[in-house]
């Protein structure tokens, strides 16, 4: 009994979490007649509201754009990270501590502080309307950083022994001995940091004004915010909402067991 | 294949100096056990042979080039970990050749010496299981293998045996020299185990506190320790000692404590002790005890504490003057323990060492 009353409870959060999710991917396929209603299922489904968001904007650039920018910056997070990650965990060099304790500082800076001398920066180098604006501020990050710092100090010293004895350099023992080791800890990286990446809309409003470089969810902001809220216009906002919500969810789909395992063992919530 | 040697050899980290005036030659082809207690600089030693550890002063050389600052890839070592330190992504077979691969070596040779490997350490089985499928024994082979197959100059062992059971222990410890003695590849071999150190090396060296004490054949050191520290080191069960002074009866010098005299052999380095009346260390092996039939003026008397029954050999545990003192003797009716028993030394067996711990009866330090 108590069992079923745990299940019901839940099976309600679930629900609540859920149906927001369900009723925006619905109301999608709805006509504009049909967009008001709480039902999750479409009387007469149609892509029209897709075609619409895809006529009124270019959506699929700005797809093309956001999978580039996020994926370079993960892909640049990932290596750099671990790099630093490597030095800081495993090579002996005066200052070693020194850059550790400025690692773990540098998370307690917030991001709206750095914002606007960034901005003057991107600015000064004559970056704006480009992707090295989008993409450069974010290719190393501290938390990565330090994640993957705390999993290196974990590899037994004779692993690295072995390889360099087995003629390896510290760049080879990182990307061929280390970074197999550390299935877990690098996608919980990457899942972070493509989701951060993938979401940001704060800094691509203020860097990119050309709509041909726009990421989705800048795109999405400024579609948005012109043409009202009715029924209309509400649909196709919500299936550009889809378009940038999908390639999280797929992407999580295949990694969350290697995620669920890294934040299980790291003690980091989501 | 060369030989290796050390010459004042020093290692510091930080203000802790962990190795000193390290000298030490090994023959090519020789297998040298370097023993001693946990922090003594063994594994150091090793390390700095490999270039995983730097030399803070002194000269390492393998055959005729010097190598104490080459990084461990230009040295021509191969080393086995206590941990095995197998790549845990990749198969055995992989494990195995990934040296090879990295050094470029063509294919062919590359299947041809993993195969040899393989066969020598009976791995055929296990080459495309990964590591965590296998056993510690059949880890452990993997490792030496992936040693084998680099055909290197040396081969240095860092207590490789102290993670397996103690009846894999005694297997492994035969294949290793098995395999030395078939490659004939010059090695250092690092162990705190009294049987490895005992049983695999031509030679042994024993170090304390970064320092050698003793080098030798083991049987050589076994018979003939050098100070006290090495004398209750090397054996198992160890050597028993008693406090005592030394006096001359003629021409004859006597060892004399609460709880024993024993004659000694006439050494003309005895009559300092006898002047000076310091206080001496009689040291005697277990196995040169032996449970005496009538107690005497120069036998041990004592409390039996408790007999082990080991098959062929007893141990008897006896409580003398509040010393324990434990006798080897073959198995054979023994008395109740709380009984009082008498122990007769053998005077021809006896170590006798001085305050400082250097042995008063060997002629020099056999280093």
């Known amino acids: 009994m ?14 609540a979490f859920l149906y927001p999710f369900l009723w925006m991917a619905a109301t999608t ?10 039902s999750l299922l479409a009387d007469q489904p149609t892509l029209e509201n897709y075609r619409l968001m895809w006529a009124r904007a270019p959506f699929g650039r700005a797809l093309i754009n956001s999978l580039f920018v996020a994926t370079t910056i993960t892909l640049s997070v990932l290596v750099f990270g671990s790099a630093a990650a490597y030095a800081l965990a495993r090579l002996e060099f005066p200052g070693r501590g020194t850059l550790n304790t400025v690692t773990v500082a540098v998370l307690l800076v917030p991001a709206q502080l750095t914002l606007i001398p960034t901005y003057t920066l991107i600015v000064e180098l004559g970056w704006i309307d480009s992707y090295a604006a989008l993409i450069a501020p974010y290719v190393f990050n501290a938390m990565a950083i330090l994640i993957l710092r705390q999993f290196f100090l974990q590899v037994p010293r004779s692993l690295m022994d072995s390889a360099r004895l087995d003629g390896m350099g510290e760049l080879r023992i ?12 690098l996608a919980t990286v990457a899942i972070l940091t493509f989701m951060g990446a993938w979401n940001e809309v704060l800094w691509p409003l203020l860097v990119v004004r050309d709509e041909q470089l726009m990421t989705l969810p800048q795109l999405l902001t400024v579609f948005s915010l012109g043409g009202g809220a009715g029924p209309r216009q509400l649909a196709p906002k919500l299936a550009a909402a889809m378009v ?4 999280v969810v797929v992407a999580y789909t295949f990694l969350q067991r290697y995620f669920i395992e890294s934040m299980a063992s790291t003690g980091i919530k989501g | 294949m060369a030989d290796v040697s050390f010459e004042r050899v020093r290692k510091d980290f930080g ?21 001693g207690g946990s922090g003594c600089g063994k594994s150091t030693i090793l390390r700095m042979l490999a270039g995983l550890e730097s030399v803070t002063s002194g000269t390492v050389r393998i055959g005729e080039r010097e190598v104490t600052h080459l990084p461990p890839r230009e040295r021509d070592v191969a080393m086995v970990f206590q941990d095995y330190a197998l790549y845990p992504h990749l198969t055995a077979r992989e494990n195995i050749s990934l040296g090879l691969r990295l050094r470029k070596v063509p294919k062919a040779e590359i299947g041809r010496r993993v195969r040899w490997a393989a066969e020598i350490l009976e791995l055929e089985p296990f080459l495309d299981r990964k590591p965590k499928q296998m056993s510690g024994g059949q880890r452990q082979r993997i490792a030496m293998g992936r040693a084998m197959v680099r055909e290197p100059a040396v081969f240095l062992f860092d207590e490789p045996l102290s993670n397996l059971d103690a009846a894999l222990r005694g297997q492994m410890r035969h294949e290793i020299a098995q395999m030395q003695r078939r490659v004939g590849t010059t090695t250092l071999y690092v162990t705190h185990d009294q049987m490895e150190a005992m049983t695999l090396g031509d030679r042994l060296v024993v170090l304390d506190d970064g320092r050698i004490l003793q080098v030798g054949r083991p049987i050589d050191v076994y018979r003939a320790p050098v100070t006290l520290f090495v004398a209750g080191f090397i054996g198992t069960p160890p050597m028993n000692f008693l406090d005592g002074r030394l006096e001359r009866e003629r021409d004859r010098f006597v060892f004399v404590s609460d709880a024993l005299r024993v004659l000694v052999p006439a050494k003309r380095s005895l009559d300092s002790a006898v002047e000076s009346r310091e206080v001496v260390t009689l040291g005697v092996r277990p196995e040169h005890l032996a449970l005496a039939g009538v107690p005497g003026p120069l036998t041990l008397r004592g409390q039996l504490v408790l007999a082990e029954v080991l098959g062929a050999t007893t141990h008897l545990h006896v409580e003398a003057s509040g010393r324990r003192v434990v006798a080897a003797v073959p198995s054979g009716p023994v008395p109740v323990p709380g009984a009082a028993v008498a122990l007769s030394v053998d005077p021809r067996q006896v170590h006798l060492f001085a305050a400082d711990g250097s042995s008063l009866l060997l002629d020099s330090h056999n280093l």
């Open chain 1, 2 to 15: 108590r069992r079923a009353v745990f299940y019901v409870v839940l099976g309600l959060a679930a629900v």
């Open chain 1, 29 to 38: 396929f709805k006509s504009p007649a049909e967009v008001g209603g709480l």
């Open chain 1, 174 to 185: 990182l990307f061929t001995v280390f970074w197999p080791l550390a299935k877990a800890p």
């Open chain 1, 244 to 247: 940038l919500v999908v390639p």
């Open chain 2, 15 to 35: 203000t802790t100096t962990v190795v000193q005036d390290f000298d030490l030659h090994v023959a090519d082809g020789e297998l040298v056990v370097l023993v």
